[in-house]
């Protein structure tokens, strides 16, 4: 994908959020590589800031960055747009210390660049791809970023007294950004103001800028834009203030009660990890093989993925122990209260599903037979299960034990598979399961 910067320069008027001051804002185009850069003309000398996390001096309720006597407060809807919208380079003119809040979502900077009408350049877009997890905590607050090949992100909303909560999962892409994220408006809880007052903020707001939660009622000038309006603005964030890595981000990224000051946090870390890049020369990593190897006795979770097609949320399979002649083999699945499924399946009493118990099962049988045939290239899919039997409920802190035992094979692509998961050397589950090999270019 191609750079894209701005075709003509458009500009907003307002007022900022915590300075309270009247700003103009320009964004103008820029030429390739140059990247996002703030100029505040009404310095002297017109300073330029490019917004990084490592010029971050301020996350209370914004995210403030500073180069030298230039600050730059709130920055994160304007460049929440940019990220979104899928914009490289600009340059961002303010006659203000403050970006002018406007009704409190990144919607009015979308329809500038729209304005502004976004044009690709003739380079090529370079991405930080995250190649391992990682992840920060504050107390009940974490932010987790896994490997993706794409930009995602898992987020819940929650305030402390649990009548707020919400959880949202999109994959983000300019067309996403604009209708389902950029709208939604800043909040913040009624008994909080006061604080932020005494704290020298909000100086320029209102209900024409912001939602307030008081109790469980919502006060705003107009109707809530989404029924979970909280955790896409949250979202919105994240958007912005992960920019402050300096490019864009291909990255699965799992927030629980996100906020500015953990999402530096988060983005500090993958900067370090973005400027060690940098210093270490590319290495070519030895090709691991996508298929059973016969001296294997284990998998780690690293060659299960290189065996099994599935990922997350539906890899149910976290290492094989052991292989047991060619027949047989035991595996286990950790089953961590952070999976997905436990949010719904109940909330406050969390039990594992039976269909994924006979999942996990099936996933090591399909490993099961591809270690057994020349399987380069093909993928087990599930076809029946008999003999079914769900003993105890499996619920989070179990273990699964799983074992699965080749039975009857046909030719190189149906194989049948007695299994069995316990937990504590008790049977929970077990089933007979049949499955078929299929090649890629074949249809299951």
Known sequence: MKQRTLAREVSIQGSALHTGEAVTLTLKPAPVDQGVVFRRIDLNGAPEIRPRVDQVTDVVRATTIQNGHAKIHT???????LHGCGVDNVTIEMNASEPPIMDGSARPF???ILQGEPVEQEKEREYFVLDEAVSVTD???SVIALPSNEFKITCTSADDRGIHTQHLSLTIDPDVYMTQIAAARTFTIYEDIEELLK??????GSLDSAVVIRGDKIISKEPLRFKDEFVRHKMLDIIGDVLLLGMPLKAHIVATRPGHAINAELTKVLFAKLEARKKTP????AERPKQVQPGETSLDIKRILDTLPHRYPFLMIDRVLEFIADTELIAIKNVSVNEPYFQGHYPGEPVMPGVLQVESMAQAAGILMLRNISA???TPFFMSADKVKFRRPVIPGDQLVINAKLTKTRGTKIGVAECTCTVGGTVVSSAELMFALVSQNEQP
């Open 376 to 378: 380069e290239g093909k």
């Open 199 to 204: 704290l020298g903020k909000i100086k320029g």
């Open 75 to 81: 920055v994160e809807h304007v460049l929440s747009a």
């Open 110 to 112: 979308v329809n500038m």
């Open 282 to 285: 590319a290495k070519k990593k």
């Open 139 to 141: 107390g009940n607050r």
